[in-house]
């Protein structure tokens, strides 16, 4: 999780870079600073720099690794070093950012790296590899995992890579880092957790290449059968005894790594485990793992354990659901939720017994429960546990942590117990449905969404809510089940104004990191785009008729500008959704100048895909001659479409590993095809558009339920209902194409595509991939089917969204990237959200990644 949303620390409302924390602990800085030296924060990092001296583009990087207790003195030994041989180098800037970067979550790439050097030339790399390494002898370091350790050091490691800044901009919005190989071409600068060297290049500090490992992985007498979880801290394994034939679990905490923010090392949790296992299996046999065996091996401990038979309980839930499938019957739920009381029954007995022993498991959540081919559960990760003499780990999982005010002053030991069983049990009844610490409002509105399906056993319901809480700011209000019920689209209205509030209530345009909080992502690209900044919640407030301050529309206006040059092409990210924005606000001339950006940048070459590349930028030239009439835009469009029908392989073009989708794989193209045949009276682009259709269904995944859905792309097996990738982005093409040029095929193929969205519930209720896409394509297919039993489902869909709400200010806000901090974005914001409902309420098509008259998806049909 933290190498993805370190964002979530430096604020307890909004995401914002981790850099931005207001105290990351004690500082780390050199002791001394020669004159003329300078040392910049970049990021977490501060970077040390003589001005007079140009670092390389490339070279031999010496990374640092060090104890955490022994971190400034290390950093002294490399400062000293550097400033005597006049090398620039960087350092993590604090202890919390230490830890972060050595957390047991923390990215596998950067693992281990503290102090960084970087040598001109490989001379002076030897040199400084060879003083770092003496000056440093005898001190110990995590195992940087991308690097080499230099000779026999145990903190002192290299890489060969690119120094400064030297990217590529890809059609999402990121950056690809470079380095220039042994044959002086650009490629990419692979960060792997493992020694990657470019063609051409050789390592000088070796007398001999290190032959890469063949054949089984034996551990002692341990063959490694299957890695299941590797991580920062070491990983999980299951491996075969090579004397009796067992099957165990094995467990490998990595030295001087795997942090919790208290500072307890994995090393440390995993022989606190095995001496908790040890205790518990001699005095209750069964409660947790039986403990077979714990050693160091090289510089890692190593925990052998009994090998619970079964499934972890999220695949449990995943496989055994009703409400996961769309044809659950009412004998299926009653199995189900007889399922759930053995489960809850078998957990609830051994946490009596470990109680009763003195111990807290401190870490209740569904990846630490196996349930076993007879039904009963187990817990099988003991790395929490805690005597109640002692304070409890500085560990747990978002959702089933108890908040500090619940846990007071400890005097109950087992209050995070208690309420890790009530997440657990909440998950069992909505397996979908992730709201940290959801309040009073919404779980009686999950009930209702529940009951819809099946009633919720009382005795079930009241374990899930046992600590059910009211919200604290009630200025917004969410209606009551009863009043949904009553009169659904209404209230959906209401809630589309109070989101509307709550998006303006938001905004900062005085800020300058963003005017609206984004999600994560938006700091990995941009903060103006339509997917993650300014440009979509304008979009969103403009389409709902909500006034957009001045100041908010200006600040959009500057930074776009000010960003042109280095925005991608595309929709989602980039100058053509930009484009969009701006014509729907009355700016055509600045929008027609972000459209010729798009439409020149070489990335539009490269890429054809609706989100990112040349479908999507045609799609925006379309807008524009749909809004001007001007000719000379929709010959800029049709050069689009002339384009992707002249490229032999598309799939090359697309999202990468044969992308499927709306937004990245064929459906995307095809969708852009529509809208072009449909404008210029072309059959051709609609011919093309079928075919390409055609081979998305082709890489259609049945479900046992009869519906079909999509994964990401060839590598996932992950199938989704969502509309950025998944069922209801395909099917929101077929929709069209269903109106406009039938066949058999499509026609065969919509309606069990759209049986795949008939969900009330999604993880996040986000519009790319979460349940708001979900509702838009049941709502464009009551269009198609102009039947009330499916505009009822696209209603009934819709009120899903309300669950997820939270009353706020003076309006209501969603949490997305995740669900864990307020954002009000498009991707998975607010903004989103305010699109789907006024989609349904108002017949109100997106107008950004559609173009269809009067909101409908069924508009000339023949």
């Known amino acids: 999780m933290f190498d993805v949303l370190g964002e979530v620390f430096a604020d307890k409302e909004y995401y914002a870079p981790l850099a931005a924390i207001d105290d990351p602990g004690p500082r780390f800085a050199p002791g001394r600073v020669p004159a003329g030296w300078r040392g910049t924060a970049h990021d977490i990092w501060t970077v040390w720099r003589n001005p007079q001296v140009r670092p390389p583009e490339r070279g031999w990087k010496i990374h640092v690794s060090a104890r955490l207790d022994r971190a400034q003195h290390v950093l002294d030994v490399v400062s000293d070093t550097c400033f005597a041989e006049n090398t620039p180098f960087k350092h993590a800037s604090a202890r919390f950012f230490f830890l972060f970067l050595h957390h047991k979550h923390g990215a596998r790439s950067q693992s281990g790296k503290f102090c960084t050097v970087y040598p001109p030339d490989s001379a002076t790399a030897r040199r400084l590899l060879d003083l770092l390494s003496q000056a440093l002898e005898g001190e110990e370091g995590a195992y940087v995992l991308s690097d080499r350790r230099y000779r026999d050091s145990r903190t002192v490691h290299y890489r060969f890579g690119a120094f400064g800044g030297r990217s590529r901009l890809l059609p999402d919005g990121t950056r690809e880092p470079l380095v220039r190989d042994g044959f002086g071409r650009d490629v990419v600068d692979v960060r792997l957790p493992a020694f990657v060297l470019p063609d051409g290049i050789v390592d000088p500090f070796v007398t001999e290449e290190q032959a890469e490992h063949e054949g089984p992985i034996l551990i002692r007498h341990y063959e490694i059968v299957k890695v ?69 091996e090289w510089e890692h401990d190593f925990l052998v ?216 992502m938006a700091f990995r690209t941009n903060t103006v785009c339509v997917a993650y900044g300014t440009a979509g919640v ?75 590349g040349r479908a999507g930028v045609g799609l925006t030239w379309l807008a524009l001659h749909q809004r001007t009439g001007d000719v000379r835009h929709l010959e800029r469009a049709a050069a689009a479409g002339d384009a992707i029908l002249r490229t032999a392989d598309p799939g090359s073009t697309l999202g990468a590993h044969d992308a499927r989708g709306l937004f990245h794989g064929r459906a995307g193209l095809a969708h852009f095809l529509h809208y072009l045949a449909r404008d210029t009276g072309d059959e051709r682009y609609r011919e093309a558009g ?59 193929a919509l309606p069990l595509v759209v049986a795949d969205t008939r969900k009330v519930y999604a993880r996040e209720p986000g519009l790319y991939g979460g349940l708001a896409g979900m509702v ?30 939270v009353p706020y200010g003076r309006g209501i806000r969603y949490r997305g990237g995740n669900s864990l901090r307020f954002s009000a974005d498009v991707s998975s914001g607010s903004a989103g959200v305010l699109l789907a409902l006024q989609r349904v309420v108002h017949a109100q098509g997106d107008e950004l990644f559609t173009l269809d008259h009067h909101g409908s998806a069924i508009e000339g049909r023949r």
């Open 305 to 520: 354990m009994e090998h619970v038979e079964g499934l972890p309980l999220p695949q449990w839930m995943g496989r055994a659901a009703p409400l996961l499938k769309a044809d659950g019957s009412a004998r299926d739920f009653a199995g189900y939720y007889a399922g759930c009381r053995r489960i809850l029954r078998s957990l609830d007995t051994a946490l009596e017994r470990l109680h009763r022993l003195g111990y807290r498991f401190g870490d209740i959540n569904p990846g630490n429960v196996i349930v076993t081919p007879a039904g009963d559960a187990r817990f099988v990760d003991f790395e929490a546990v805690s005597a109640t003499s002692d304070p409890p780990a500085a560990m747990g999982t978002p959702g089933f942590t108890a908040p500090s005010d619940l846990i007071g002053d400890g005097t109950d030991p087992f209050v995070g117990d208690r309420y890790g069983m009530a997440a657990t049990a909440l998950t069992l009844l909505a397996p979908l449905y992730a709201v940290p610490e959801p309040v009073s409002a919404n779980l009686a509105l999950l009930r209702r969404d529940l009951t819809a399906a099946a009633p919720v056993p009382d005795d079930l319901w009241a374990r899930a809510t046992a600590f059910q809480r009211s919200p604290e700011r009630e200025a917004a209000v969410l209606p009551t089940p009863a009043e949904l019920d009553a009169d659904p689209l209404a209230c959906l209205g209401r809630v589309a104004e109070q989101i509307a509030a709550g998006l303006l209530d938001m905004a900062d345009s005085a800020r300058t990191d963003w005017v609206f909080p984004p999600p994560p």
């Open 776 to 805: 838009c394509l049941l709502a464009d297919h009551a269009d198609l089917t102009d039947d009330a039993r499916d505009r009822q489902d696209a209603v009934r869909v819709a009120t899903g969204l309300v669950k997820y709400a």
């Open 690 to 748: 079928r075919r390409l259709l055609h081979e998305e269904l082709d890489r259609a995944v049945p479900l046992p339920d009869g519906s079909l859905s999509f994964s990401e792309n060839a590598l996932s097996g992950r199938v989704m209902p969502f509309l950025a990738e998944g069922s209801a982005g395909v099917g929101t093409v077929l929709v069209r194409y269903a109106a406009t040029s039938p066949d058999e095929r499509c026609t065969a």
């Open 538 to 612: 304008v979009h969103a407030l403009h389409r709902a008729g909500a006034p957009v301050p001045d100041a908010v529309e200006k600040r959009l206006r500057r930074d776009a500008q000010a960003l042109r040059e280095e925005l991608p092409p595309g929709l989602a990210v980039g100058s053509a959704g930009i484009a969009r924005v701006l014509a729907a606000l009355g700016h055509l001339d600045e929008a027609i100048d972000f459209a010729r950006t798009a439409d020149s940048h070489p990335l539009t070459a490269s890429s054809t895909t609706l989100a990112g």
């Open 228 to 296: 299941l979880q590797p991580s920062n801290a070491g990983g999980a394994y299951q491996a075969r005894d090579t004397r009796t034939g067992r099957l165990v679990f094995v467990k490998e905490a990595r030295a001087h790594n795997g942090y919790t923010w208290d500072g307890t090392s994995a090393r440390e949790r995993l022989r606190h485990e095995h001496e908790v296992l040890a205790a518990v299996h001699e005095a209750i046999p069964g409660v947790g793992p039986e403990p077979l065996d714990h050693f160091t």
